[in-house]
């Protein structure tokens, strides 16, 4: 991975194309993986421009248990440094990026 690559874990509306084509102008290249030690809950968007791209008003939020035996199954995407800002925007204020490590042993 060269340094103007960044992995981004998606476990929601990111997989969507057409979030990925309002967000990035592109599809966006990923493999699937799988966050270990935290569960899925459902959180209400406010925003309409993010409820308008994802077509949902309820969203998947990961919420860390610690138990290894709690999954989050997504895909890890490798996007740019703009994207990644560009994905900041579009997650809801309730949203926080954090590093983790992955079954496969990726960090995203």
Request: hydrophobic content about 45%; cysteine-free.
């Amino acid at each position: 991975m060269t340094a103007d690559v960044e992995r981004l874990f998606s476990y929601g509306t990111l997989q969507l194309e057409s979030v990925q084509q309002a967000n990035f102008g592109r599809l966006l290249k990923g493999a699937p993986d799988v966050l270990i030690g935290y569960v899925l809950d459902k959180l209400e968007i406010t925003d309409e421009e993010v409820i308008a791209e994802s077509g949902a008003r309820f969203h998947w939020i990961a919420v860390k248990t610690g138990k290894a035996e709690d999954r989050v199954p997504g895909v890890i995407f490798e996007i740019t440094p703009e994207e990644l800002a560009a994905a900041d925007i579009y997650e809801a204020e309730d949203y926080a990026r954090i590093e983790e490590s992955f079954e496969s042993g990726a960090k995203a």
